[in-house]
Structures are given as C-alpha cells and as structure tokens.
C-alpha cells in the first residue's frame, strides 16, 4: 500500500506536510509518496532525516492555490502536485491521496480525472464532529458541493448512514437533517425539498434537527449542503479552541485560579483533545473510486502524520469499495 | 411607552411570558400590554402577585403554532396573540412588541401589517455574538430571510453597520461576509454576488470570513443569509453552553478536581454568562417601522423580562428611527 501526499497544498507547503509524512512514514510503517517541487522538497525531506524511509517524491512543478477555479487548474496545470497526485491515484500508481489544497480540485478531479462510483451525483466530504456524548457524529457534506441539488442531500444521507454503520459499527444509524425549525415546512427551499426526498429514502431518517441539538450526541448523521455543512465544521472549530483559549486566559489571573487550573489540568486537557479537530487527520471525499482525504487548509505536520494514518485505513478497511457495495444494494432496492 | 409581550409565542406559552412581563414591569417600570388569552393568562398573572402594576391584557382567545405558514396565519387569526401585537403596533397602542413565536409571521407582519421603513426589502434580525475580545459581533441576518437574494445581504451589511455604530459605538465599523472562504470567488452562488455587491456598498466591507474566525472579536458586523445565519447563532448557543455542562460532568469526577472547580468557579461563571444567549434578551427585528423583538422560542422568563428591557431601551434611544433616517442617509449618498 502507497499514499500519496500533496506536500505543496495548505497554507504552510512542505515545510508542514513533508515532516508531517516523513512521520507517518516512520511511525506507521507507510510507503508514501509525495507530490511536489523536487528543490523545495528535498531541503525537507533532509531535515526530517528521511533517508532509509519508503518515500518517493514525484516531481510536481506547480501548484495550485486556494483561489484558483477548479476546471482550470486541472486543465492548465497538470503537472501541479494536486493533479498529479490524482493521476496518479487513477493510475493505481497510489492506493490513496491526503492533500490540504484546493478543495475545488479534489472534487473536480474525483468527476473528471479519478472518476466517481456509481450512485453518486457529485463527492460529499464526511467530517466527524465531537459530541457531548463522546461519540462522534457524521456529518455530510462538509464543504464539496456548495449549491447542491435536493437528491444530492439524499445521496449524502445515504453514505453518511454506511459510513456511520460500516465505519463507526453504528446500528440502524439515526440521519437528521440540518434545519432551522423542527416541523417539516421550515427552512429555505433546498431544505424544505430535501426534508420530503428523505422521507422515503432508504435511511433512518428522523427529521429536522437544529444545529443546537447536534452536539448532544443523539443523532448519529447530520445532512447539510456543503455551505451550510462547512461554517458548521468551522465555526465548532474556532469556538472550541476558542473557549479553551478564553479559559486558560481567565485561569491565569491570579495565584488561586492558576492553581485551580493546574488541578484540573489533565481533564481539561482530555476535553480539549476531543474538540481538537487535528486528531481526525482530515475529512475523507466520498465519490471517489479511491480514497481521497481532505486535511484542514491550516494543517500541521501532526494532521498530515493523522491523514496519512486515516487513509491508510481507508485502504486496509476498503471502506471505498465498501460504500460502493452498499450504495448498489440500495440502489437496486437491496 | 407601552411594550406589548406575545403571551402565548414559545416553547412554554404564558407559563414563562407572563411571569417574564411581570418581573420586567415591576424591576424595570415598564408599562405592559400582554396579548393572550385572557382565561390562561389570569391565573398566572394571580400567581405573579401582578395586582397593582401597570399591567394590561388585550384577550386575543387564538394562537399561531412554530409551524403554521405566516401568510395564512395572518389572514385567518387576526385574533391570534401575535398578530393581535402586530396590530396594536401598528394602531400605536404599543410602543414596541416582543414575541417568542412564529419567526415568520414576525416577519410576514411586519411587511404586511406593520410597514417596512423605506430603503429595507425584507427584514432582518439581528443577533449579538460574544467573542473572545469580550466585545459582542452583530449578526444579521439571524433567521428572517431564509432564501434572500444577493441586495438583501447588502441591506443586512447596512443595516448591522448602522446599529454597530449607533448602539454598540463603533466606529468606522468593519463588515465581513460569511463563507468558506477568503478569496472573493468561493462560496456559493449567493455568496460570491453578495461579496461583489457589497465591495461597491456604502459600509466598511473586509471581505469574506469564515465562522472560525468570527468569534475572535476582530470583525464588527457578519452578514449571511438568514438559513446560515439561524444555524450560526444556534450551535454557538448549543456549544457554548454544551462546552460549560462537559467541564462541570468533569469537575464531578473527583475530589481533587472538584476543589480545583471551586477554585475558578467565579470566573468560570464569568465566561458563561458571557456564553449565555438569554443576556441579550431577544434578537431586534429590523424593517418594521416600529421595534419588534423576536424573543427564542425556548425562552424562559428571563429571556422575557430581557426582552422586555431592550425592547424599551430600543423606545428610548428611537433605534429604530435612527437606523431609518441613517438608512435614507446611506440611499441619497449622504
């Protein structure tokens, strides 16, 4: 088994993701290969002291960044470490692909370039969310399709509930959707269409939940479209971190709570890892024919070491191939 | 000044509204028209030991339920609490209303029955965030405008500047769009029109922002539309207080940790009641041309008596008069 890294997507380029697989590398016992410039690579893979690891670099020479269309990078530069590294994903060259790049292009290369299992519309990012439960929920989509159709909110439902069974052993997962208001009429058109669609999809649909409920742990798949789906992924991002942030600052303050702090220290410690979203490694793209983790556009070595680790099992699970059994059964009715 | 209280809108009817109204009357020295059915409300009114104070009730024996449509409940309940409120501001026998029920009719009322103030097309709430900078953010919209076209987020970047700066005093405040985001071309359709509109619109526009940094303080005004907006303002809710009741579960878990709770309860207070939504008493209404305020649908009296309060302080300071003739400023080029 191979996993491709883009080491030039992300907000920091090599100087995170190349540490960050010659990690997994070590760590994990994986073959990786990277995809990326040679000459900024090479200074990296030194640095981390890679010489006698199983790692590869594919000489990409561009890249392309954040803000560039999806359809015209993947037609005018080809040999951007994001393509290539799809390439080579199709190419069977590499079992699975991590990068922190463009999203756009993830998407677009899985329709144009790796090709889509059957069944689905178009690829829906599957993020896994704490909840107060400590078990984690589904959530699809968490940013690919951002003007989605109502049948693609099916779509995602439907591989939220195998992900949620295959994956998280799950039994007859519960798929909410995401709403402002419980009754069925609320929300804005998408939503409204969406919540009817579901009423006879082949899930365990239990209506509408508001983003306040979700955190409570009781449902086990959430449905949104990509907009919606990504603030939600962000915006519980930012205010964990965020909340720690503000309690270490009130703790502190004075002698008293700075030693009240220290006593709790390693329970709180214990929440924080469980809001902390680098421990996932990166939200799998569902659609597909072979794994493609999207890791966090502001990721660390540690997040990429943690992608890395999460595609690997991706290939050892077939969790794709998975999915797309299940995907057919559902379609012919089971 | 007379505030009218829906005595029937949210989760608990006059069970909470009521006692709500009562405490707002008797601490603050308002003068309170309730709207209800005269049967429910009298008992309660009795146990609030409400004799004496300037409180009066119009019998409104009908109410609207969360999931009635707003259109179709106006025309066939006109003596129904909300729209009986609506009415009586409209007729200026109530200063200001606050309601706790169907966001929609606040709205459709509003449009139909109120009168929208010149330079609005549709109304808009706004909401208060807390941020990290202990300086709350100003949301809009909140939860009005479900499926709002791209002028409408231009208006809300007016609106939410207007109010910044004439109640919260800031000044030149600065305005981001939310997305997924930085680059003016990401997001969905609605979003990447909005972002062109508002680079021309007469406000402080920074640009797109993501949720994860919203919470940081350094924005003054977030636009978004009114489906993302509600799912905003919910899971912060949702998770602030989710975050608070994991850190108490924690603290229980043994001696030695609960004496370190002990040590940074004040300040640990501190924080949620900055975390706490029901502070700010209810989110104002913008385009009515008298002040509504839409209280949460699970308010408990608190919440009623805080609304109750803004609601007088938006009387007092004429808000609403200031952001209209602000509003005509911003049309006629200043």
Redesign the interface.
């Known amino acids: 088994m191979r996993i491709g890294v883009d080491a030039m997507g992300g907000d920091f380029g090599p100087a995170e993701a190349v540490p960050g697989a010659v990690a997994a590398c070590r760590d994990f016992h994986l073959a990786i290969t990277l995809f990326g410039d040679r000459d900024l690579l090479d200074p990296q893979l030194e640095q981390a002291q890679a010489s006698g690891l199983d790692i590869q670099v594919v000489h990409a020479p561009t890249w392309v960044s954040?803000?560039e269309?999806p359809v015209q990078a993947l037609k005018k530069k080809p040999d951007s470490s994001i393509v290539c590294g799809m390439q080579a994903l199709k190419d069977g060259t590499v079992d699975a692909f991590i990068s922190a790049g463009n999203t756009g292009v993830l998407v677009s290369g899985s329709m144009l370039l790796v090709g889509m299992m059957p069944g689905l519309r178009r690829p829906g990012l599957v993020a896994l969310l704490p909840t107060?439960k400590r078990r984690p929920l589904v959530l699809v989509d968490a940013?690919a399709s951002?003007?989605p159709k109502p049948e693609q909110l099916v779509d995602y439902a439907v591989v939220g509930s195998i992900y949620a069974e295959e994956i998280l052993k799950r039994t007859n997962p519960t798929v909410g959707l995401?709403n402002?208001?419980?009754?069925?009429?609320?929300?804005?058109?998408l939503?409204r269409q969406a919540h009817q669609l579901l009423q006879a999809a082949p899930v365990h649909f239990i209506g509408n939940i508001?983003?306040?409920?979700?955190?409570?742990g009781d449902v086990d798949v959430v449905v949104a479209?990509?907009?919606?789906g990504?603030?939600?992924l962000?915006?519980?991002?930012?205010?964990?971190m965020?909340?720690f942030?503000?309690?270490a600052a009130?703790?502190r303050?004075s002698t008293?709570?700075r030693?009240?702090?220290?006593?709790?220290r390693s329970?709180?410690l214990?929440?924080r890892a469980m809001?902390d979203y680098s421990e996932y490694g990166g939200a799998p793209l569902f659609g597909p024919r072979q794994p493609v983790i999207k890791c966090h556009g502001a990721s660390h070595q540690d997040a990429f070491k943690n992608g890395a680790r999460l595609a690997a099992e991706f290939v050892r699970l077939d969790v794709v191939g998975r999915v797309q059994s299940r995907l057919q059964e559902v379609a012919h009715g089971e």
């Not at 508001?210 to 409570?216: D, G, H, I, T, Y």
């Not at 030693?259 to 709790?264: I, N, S, T, Y």
């Open positions: 954040a803000d269309g107060l940013g951002v003007d995401i402002i208001g419980a009754e069925p009429g609320k929300g804005n058109e939503s508001e983003a306040r409920e979700m955190l409570s479209d990509g907009f919606v990504n603030v939600i962000k915006l519980a991002e930012g205010m964990g965020g909340l942030g503000l309690m009130e703790m303050k008293w709570s030693l009240g702090g220290m006593m709790l329970r709180l214990g929440l809001m």
